[in-house]
């Protein structure tokens, strides 16, 4: 049985063969009916992000500061930058990918590039929603016959591109806008056979910003004979950004604990009981540990589709912060699971993610309540994805390399 394949009781497969009847759709007008639904959310994204930008850019102020203290140095009268920049800026938990990315970006335009990252930024939403339709192509070449793909890519790509642009446009964070881009582009490649791809893909998602460690379950879901390659690629891009500093400045490996931001009253993590006013000491290494082992267990359970949200979920549920932008990797990793598990034209976790993150703190001012509503949405769509009832999703690039390896004997 193929790992696209999925067995339904005869009820539910009657139920399912008449829907789909309903929404047949030929390739030709399935082709059309992608290029409108892509012109449909651009179009989508434009008064958002104008919506946005009236106050845009409010971080943006951090990545030109981290880039010309990299590339250019710091001021007379400060701490050195360059190669010390992480020792002596521990505020700046940004990757040294995303400051390349950035040194470029402020060149392009005036006010130090904030309008070309706006803009970058949120194209780049478009392409993981191009990339997530890909993968579900790949993965569950059934839903090619129909136009439920259409539908729930419709809906909840415009669920999620309130949440990017809110990322792109409104705070301007480049590392988690490249970080969730590249882990999704690493998935893509392993629906397409490319390991090495991947891996440098997965390693530069951790170049942009170190929490995508929680992502590295993603190299478990390939064949056992491709995961050493995987993980190599993988551990030598992560290696090749970051060990220059860490010989520069052995406390580069320290710096990071050493700066705390304040625990907000409506944070999940103060829903769970932690009183501290500021970040616990092992809440970084708590929220990297908790993702990895929960995508390890998806993995386990034939359910790595849910790596992205569950590493993500980690993170809101163990973070001090309440940041909007943190909405944007919750509702790609829900969208990622909707589409790869559809059995229904509808992004169910992507709407109720996105209602419960971006549209309650707009009616509930009670800290206390939105804390626990956290909580719970991230305690909920964990139980509900690792031991609730789903179709198990084998594991990625199975198909192919299969062949491969018997020709490379």
Request: hydrophobic share 50%.
């Amino acid at each position: 049985m193929s790992q696209a394949t999925y067995a339904l009781p005869p009820d539910e497969r009657a139920e399912q063969d008449d829907d789909e009847a309903d929404l047949y759709e030929p390739a030709p007008e399935a082709g059309r009916s992608r290029r409108r639904r892509f012109a449909m959310l651009a179009m989508w994204s434009v008064p958002w992000g104008l919506y946005f930008g009236v106050k845009g850019g409010f971080s943006w102020h951090f990545f030109v500061q981290g880039s010309t203290l990299l590339f250019e140095g710091a001021a007379p009268g400060q701490a050195a930058g360059g190669l010390d920049l992480y020792a002596n800026y521990p505020q700046l938990q940004i990757g040294p990918f995303t400051f390349a990315i950035a040194e470029i970006l402020r060149q392009c335009s005036g006010a130090n590039g904030v309008v070309a990252a706006e803009v970058f930024m949120t194209v780049l939403g478009l392409v993981v929603l191009y990339c997530l339709e890909r993968i579900a192509q790949a993965m569950r070449p059934d839903l090619t016959r129909t136009r439920w793909i259409d539908r729930t890519m419709l809906v909840g790509g415009a669920a999620f591109m309130i949440g990017w642009t809110d990322l792109s446009v409104a705070i301007g964070h480049l590392d988690d806008a490249l970080a969730l881009a590249l882990v999704t582009l690493a998935v893509w490649a392993l629906t397409t056979n490319l390991p090495a791809f991947a891996g440098i893909c997965l390693g530069l998602s951790v170049d942009s910003k170190p929490w995508a460690l929680v992502f590295l379950a993603l190299i478990l879901t390939v064949p056992r004979f491709m995961r050493r390659e995987v993980a190599v690629v993988t551990a030598v891009v992560v290696v090749l950004a970051w060990l220059p500093f860490v010989i520069a400045d052995p406390h580069t490996l320290t710096s990071a604990s050493q700066f705390t931001i304040p625990n907000e009253p409506s944070s999940a993590l103060r829903a769970l009981g932690v009183p501290d006013a500021s970040t616990p000491k092992w809440d970084r290494l708590a929220q990297v540990g908790l993702g990895c082992v929960l995508g390890g267990i998806a993995v386990w359970r034939r359910r790595w589709p849910a790596i992205v949200l569950l590493g993500v979920g980690a993170r809101v549920v163990l973070d001090p912060g309440v940041y909007a932008y943190y909405t944007s990797g919750i509702l790609l990793g829900a969208l990622m699971w909707d589409t790869l598990s559809l059995r229904r034209p509808l992004p169910l976790w992507t709407l109720v993610s996105g209602a419960a993150l971006g549209v309650t703190p707009i009616f509930i001012s009670n800290a206390h309540l939105l804390g626990q509503l956290r909580l719970w949405l991230v305690g909920a769509f964990t139980a509900a994805l690792l031991l609730g009832p789903a179709h198990p999703i084998g594991p990625l690039a199975r198909r192919g390399l299969g062949r491969r390896r018997k020709t490379n004997r």
